[in-house]
């Protein structure tokens, strides 16, 4: 399953989806576009994404089937 930062934006129909599955989150930026400057959201948004991008990484490394234990 897509994050909410990984669908492209410019595609109407990838943005439909987005907010489909991701309804608060789509809110939540609607709200922020309005409020920020553009600059501003824009830099907000590429920090998101990427701080989703490395908070998923180590998921995506796991390559066991089964869960470590300490």
Not at 12 to 39: G, S, T, W
Request: no cysteine; proline share 4%.
């Amino acid at each position: 399953m897509k994050s909410f930062y990984d669908f492209n934006r410019n595609n109407p129909e990838e943005r439909l989806e987005q907010y489909e599955l991701y309804p608060e989150m789509a809110l939540f930026h609607i709200a922020l576009r309005e409020e920020m400057e553009e600059e501003e959201y824009l830099a907000f948004y590429r920090a998101e994404k990427e701080s989703a991008r490395r908070m998923a990484a180590p998921m995506y490394q796991q390559n066991r089937r089964q869960w470590a234990t300490a």
